[in-house]
């Protein structure tokens, strides 16, 4: 069993930054792929960025793409987002998700493990 506790949402001004933090429970960690989604009411969830076990290869969706960054720390069992240049339209609940094994996926379908979520609200 794996537990995600999300943290560091709030209210940003646009063009603002904000990191969010995902800690996890259990010593798979550092052989899982983590993953960064979110979603607004009345939409699917919308897939973000994704990271492999080793930091190495990452993946983002093309409308956070040099924006975003996603990193991990094996040691403290966290994953980590920072958000740059926020727009209104990142506005929404952001989750992170946990993935056995290597492959770095972008469909929540491939995400065993999620966190309850935290807003990330952008105003204008």
């Known amino acids: 069993q794996v537990q995600l506790v999300e943290s560091g949402g709030g209210l940003v001004q646009a063009g603002g930054s904000l990191g969010l933090s995902c800690a996890a429970s259990g010593r798979t960690f550092s052989s899982a792929t983590m993953g960064w989604f979110r979603q607004v009411p009345g939409k699917e969830r919308e897939f973000v960025a994704a990271i492999d076990w080793s930091g190495s290869k990452v993946v983002y969706a093309d409308s956070v793409k040099g924006r975003f960054t996603i990193s991990r720390d094996n040691v403290k069992n966290t994953v980590y987002l920072q958000m740059s240049s926020l727009k209104p339209g990142d506005t929404a609940v952001y989750s992170c998700?946990?993935?056995?094994?290597?492959?770095?996926?972008?469909?929540?379908?491939?995400?065993?493990?999620w966190g309850q979520g935290t807003q990330v609200t952008v105003s204008s």
């Open positions: 998700a946990f993935r056995r094994g290597m492959v770095v996926a972008t469909r929540s379908e491939e995400y065993a493990y």
